[in-house]
Nanobody, 127 residues
Framework: QMQLVESGGGLVQPGGSLQLSCVVS????????MAWFRQAPGKEREFVAR????????IYANSVKGRFTISRDKAKNTVYLQMNSLRPEDTAVYYC????????????????????WGQGTQVTVSS
């Protein structure tokens, strides 16, 4: 099973930016899909974005489209989440997850379709 380690969370004012990173080890990075989820207190884990590592194809939740960008660096086995125009409702623990390229589109936002998870990094958007 792959190991995932996130970093980059913190406190930011509304309208600000943060970049999260997720370093992946223990497998073939180019053969998987990677995603970001988030979970706010008292809420279910929510899909944010996903990227197929080999092709670079991306999908986003409507709530972050146009503000967040997922990307990957195959040489560094790292996936990123660039978050701009942050809002208080973006406050959550953000998790990196490793999934399969064979997952059908309608299931890509389902947390049960992912095989490995990072420990999470807190993002707080507040003035």
């Amino acid at each position: 099973q792959m190991q995932l380690v996130e970093s980059g969370g913190g406190l930011v004012q509304p309208g600000g930016s943060l970049q999260l990173s997720c370093v992946v080890s223990g497998g073939t990075f180019s053969s998987v899909a990677m995603a970001w989820f988030r979970q706010a207190p008292g809420k279910e884990r929510e899909f944010v974005a996903r990227i197929t590592v080999n092709t670079g194809r991306t999908i986003y939740a409507n709530s972050v489209k146009g503000r967040f960008t997922i990307s990957r660096d195959k040489a560094k086995n790292t996936v990123y989440l660039q978050m701009n125009s942050l809002r208080p409702e973006d406050t959550a623990v953000y998790y990196c997850a490793q999934g399969r390229t064979s997952t059908i589109y309608s299931e890509m936002g389902n947390p049960t379709q992912y095989d490995a998870w990072g420990q999470g990094t807190q993002v707080t958007v507040s003035s």
